[in-house]
């Protein structure tokens, strides 16, 4: 493969754009206009410049990537391409647009690949004239310092497109786990336990900042209320609605998040949302969380608090495993470390599980259940696992669906 299409040409879009120039693909980056394509072309061009003033590589190859990169507002620019990533907003109207519009021009054994982050494939893959020749392709931000890629096979996703897509992930250096389709595929729906169960506690009246120490304490870099406000609270909103809409449920209720987003606390770009941000980036607990979650009379220990954040992560873990959306327990432990942030000590989720117990795994998420509720009860799979004296990564481990097979 030596060319590339890339359809938005926001901060991910561009940062794909960089690395494919970098690996020598000559690369063309899409737009709605041409004045935002070339401001993702200035994005690529002002990082290989800053490489050039800190003397990482000289001008004349900083010149050389920079040419393989073609900015354009015009779809006519993809024809004979192998592969597209489209990596638009996440909304389905506008997905749907857009691969509309690509696959006019595209040749037939073209690959068209989606980067967003929670999306369900199969139903994106239903806009498409040739959905064995799509896929998910979700890459992590920033997009040229992020290893992982996590590659979402659709319910009609051939060998041959998986394969091209693996190909690809090769050509661009990144590490690639395989997947199975289902809402939040594996990344997204595991830091998204991580999120929820801290959100849970705030909003149970555990200080804000015993919550966020405690996940520090268990080896994450950041606690969930940095983390959401990173990715934006707006955003967050915004993704809960869709997922409701594809799974055809009702908008969900507002949430700590949106009611954050009511009061105008948007996240980090915003200047305010959990924290406060200073103009030096320094950033303090809103103190208005207090009001907004009053605090509980006893606060619960640290190590409490930190055993929670761990373990509805390693829970929802084995509950994608069970669900046959993770391939293997190998790529569950590359996908939590190198792309959502679980302590890399513990070797992610299922390494810790194995270090742990797999018998004394469950006999704690019991213990939590019992005082916590639904996000620690274990799926079968693994009370079997337990019974037998089985390890996820010993051998005569239990056997998973293979990707592209499920249903």
């Known amino acids: 493969m030596s060319s590339l299409g890339i359809l938005g040409a926001g901060t991910m879009g561009a940062g794909l754009a960089l690395v494919a120039a970098q690996a020598g693909l000559d690369v063309v980056l899409l737009d709605r206009d041409d004045a935002a394509a070339q401001r993702g072309r200035g994005y690529v061009e002002s990082r290989l410049r800053r490489d050039v003033l800190k003397g990482r590589r000289p001008a004349a190859e900083a010149d050389a990537v920079l040419a393989r990169v073609t900015a354009t507002d015009s779809y006519a620019d993809l024809a004979g391409l192998p592969l597209v990533i489209e990596a638009v907003f996440e909304d389905r109207a506008v997905k749907r647009d857009v691969i509309g519009r690509v696959e006019q021009v595209l040749p037939a054994d073209a690959v068209l690949a989606s980067n ?22 979700h890459f992590f931000s920033p997009a040229e310092r992020m290893p992982l890629v996590e590659i979402i096979c659709g319910r009609r996703t051939s060998d041959d497109t998986l394969a091209a897509a693996l190909d690809l992930a090769r050509a661009l250096g990144k590490t690639p786990i395989v997947v199975n389709d289902a809402p939040g595929f594996f990344t997204s ?6 999120i929820t169960e801290s959100l849970r506690m705030v909003t149970a009246g555990v200080d804000p900042a015993l919550v966020e120490e405690g996940a520090r304490r268990v080896g994450m870099p950041m606690g969930a209320l940095a983390i959401s406000d990173s990715i934006g609270l707006d955003v967050s909103v915004h993704a809960a609605r869709q997922r409701a809409l594809d799974e055809g449920r009702p908008a969900p209720e507002p949430g700590p998040v949106g009611l954050l987003v009511e009061r105008g606390r948007h996240g980090r770009t915003s200047g305010h949302g959990f924290y406060d941000y200073g103009p030096d980036g320094e950033a303090v607990l809103w103190p208005g969380l207090a009001e907004l979650f009053p605090r509980a009379a006893e606060q619960p220990a640290l190590d409490d608090v930190g055993t929670r954040i761990l373990y509805a992560q390693l829970v929802e873990g084995t509950r994608a495993f069970a669900d046959g959306v993770l391939t293997s327990a190998r790529d569950g432990d590359l996908g939590a470390t190198l792309g959502v942030g679980f302590p890399l000590a513990l070797g992610g989720p299922f390494a810790a599980i194995d270090a742990i117990g797999v018998a004394a795994f469950v006999a704690e998420a019991d213990r939590l259940a019992a005082a916590h509720g639904p996000p620690f ?4 799979l693994v009370r079997e696992m337990a019974q037998r004296g089985l390890t996820f990564h010993g051998d005569g481990g239990p056997a998973v669906v293979p990707p592209g097979r499920r249903g």
């Open 116 to 137: 967003t982050s929670a999306m369900p494939i199969t139903g994106l893959a239903e806009f498409s004239r040739r959905p064995e020749r799509f896929l998910g392709m």
């Open 377 to 380: 009860d274990v799926p079968d």
């Open 189 to 194: 729906r595991f830091i998204g336990s991580f």
